[in-house]
């Protein structure tokens, strides 16, 4: 009998020999965590500082206009690189005449985004004109965090949740408030005769400053007294958070002030403290709301409504409504809306006052309207947009480098006027308001000409310009003790 083949006749042998095809589910999984872990952002920081080179955190001006700093924060709240901080700090100490910039990204950005590029360009317009910001030195900060945690087209979309909680992280920690102290206290050095401090946030970056400084604006000390806030000026755009600490911080200020329409000021409830009156244009906060804002004002409140679905969520507390003297309302409505889509706390809307005729004397060729706010006073809260709002203007942004040569003149321009109108609510010094798409529009809008034009005419409103056309610093907000009996 012929003697068989022990490796053709060993089951385990041949089926040794034939290929393996894994199981279909082992696949799958592998497809996605490969999808998933493939498509994540690095952590950073991406702007670390080394011996080699100490100041890769800050970017100096092709024209030598202004400078940018970055400070990355990681998902916990902590610092990722001390030296940037430092490094900022560096560059406000030398400046004789600082006006500083501080902006916290959103949703979808990080340190390398395009975002970046489009704040560089608001602060090569801001230097553009001298004269208006007291012959300044324009610095600017990026506040980065890691908005975007997936790079995966469509996967990206799906971390919506995870960031917000990171940035209500990042804001409930130590680190991020003590950073904006320490830039707008550098700013502030008393050896400087001239300073500005404006903190920008949008969209989770709205979210991540709004609840970051209300925690300071009604900061006490040990002798009754309030303290004031470091910074100058503080405004969001599109914060995507809900409202539940808007109403509470609305409620406090409508506890502390009431508006005096004949000073046009909120004046303490409490007696005798004269010097703690707010004046009418420089509310502590302002939130800037999109109309037309899908992100916040459609499906902001379908997945917190969900979210509650899901977490068994169902009892509310009855809560004061700011200004409503005593009515009450479900917590629940101040939850599932953000601060600029709840009719209960919206008190300003940006309202049209028709087609205009362009001022004379204007120099620039790009988003004219800008210059136009920043260089004349506004008594009337009312202000320019020039553009047709078609996003022209991001030509200037190439794969997330700035590049200031490009030429971004519009060709046919459109010039509106309008006018911050207080509407209903609490008046209080806070604003939460209401802006048409033709100036915002949608969720990323807040770096269209018309937005950038606005933000122009309220830095101006909150700081308008000495009769000799030169702006000076105003005095310290100082907030009221609390009043002899509760309103």
């Known amino acids: 009998m012929k003697k068989l083949d022990p490796d053709t006749t060993n089951s385990s042998n041949v089926f040794h020999r034939l290929p393996v095809r894994p199981p279909l ?21 991406y702007h670390a ?6 100041n890769n955190s800050v970017r100096d001006s092709k024209n030598g206009r202004y400078k940018l700093a970055f400070i990355e924060f990681g998902d916990q709240g902590s610092n990722l690189d001390n030296s940037q901080i430092r490094a900022a700090l560096a560059i406000i100490h030398q400046a004789e005449r600082p006006a500083l910039f501080v902006y916290i990204h959103g949703w979808q950005n990080n340190a390398e985004s395009g975002d970046v590029c489009r704040f560089e360009h608001f602060l090569d317009a801001v230097s553009s004109f001298p004269n208006a910001t007291g012959n300044a030195n324009v610095i600017g900060v990026y506040i980065a965090w890691r908005g975007r945690d997936l790079t995966f087209p469509g996967l990206n979309l799906l971390t ?3 960031r917000k909680s990171v940035a209500a992280q990042i804001a409930s920690q130590v680190s991020c408030l003590a950073t904006l102290d320490e830039l707008a206290l550098a700013a502030r050095d008393p050896n400087k005769n001239f300073h500005r401090c404006i903190l920008i946030g949008h969209s989770f970056g709205g979210l991540l400053l709004g609840n970051t400084i209300s925690h300071s604006i009604l900061d006490a000390s040990g002798s009754g007294a309030r ?29 502390l002030y009431q508006y005096d329409p004949n000073r046009h000021a909120y004046v303490p409830r409490s007696s005798g403290e004269e010097g703690a009156a707010v004046p009418e244009n420089r509310p502590f906060l302002v939130f800037l709301q999109s109309e037309n804002d899908s992100a916040t004002g459609t499906f902001f409140p379908i997945g917190t409504e969900f979210y509650n679905t899901i977490g068994l969520r169902y009892h509310w507390e009855q809560v004061p409504v700011p200004g409503h003297h005593g009515e009450k309302v479900s917590e629940r409505e101040f939850y599932t809306h953000t601060p600029g889509n709840n009719s209960y706390l919206v008190n300003y809307h940006v309202v049209p006052l028709g087609d205009a005729a362009p001022p004379s004397g204007l120099k620039t060729i790009e988003n004219r309207a800008f210059e136009a706010n920043l260089v004349e006073n506004h008594p009337d809260y009312s202000f320019y947009t020039s553009e047709h709002n078609d996003r022209h203007g ?4 190439r794969n997330g480098h700035y ?11 459109l010039w509106r006027r309008w006018q911050f109108v207080y509407t209903g609510n609490a008046r209080v010094p806070c604003w939460i308001v209401r802006v048409p798409k033709e100036i915002i529009y949608e969720h ?8 950038v034009a606005m933000l122009a005419a309220l830095v101006r409103i909150q700081f308008p310009l000495t009769a000799g056309g030169t702006p000076a610093s105003p005095p310290l907000l100082r907030a009221p003790k609390m009043p002899d009996v509760e309103q």
Do not use: H
């Open 403 to 413: 590049d200031p040569d490009q030429a971004r003149p519009s060709g046919r321009e």
């Open 227 to 255: 303290n004031p806030n470091p910074w100058d000026m503080a405004v969001t755009f599109n914060s995507a958070d809900s409202s539940i600490s808007t109403r509470q911080l609305m409620k406090e200020l409508d506890y």
């Open 49 to 54: 500082n080394t011996a080699e080179n100490p």
């Open 444 to 451: 990323g809008g807040l770096w269209s000409d018309n937005s």
């Open 394 to 397: 991001t030509l200037y942004c």
């Open 160 to 162: 919506f949740y995870s």
């Open 25 to 45: 589910g082992r696949l799958f999984s592998t497809l996605v965590f490969t999808t998933i872990f493939g498509g994540c952002a690095a952590f950073g920081p």
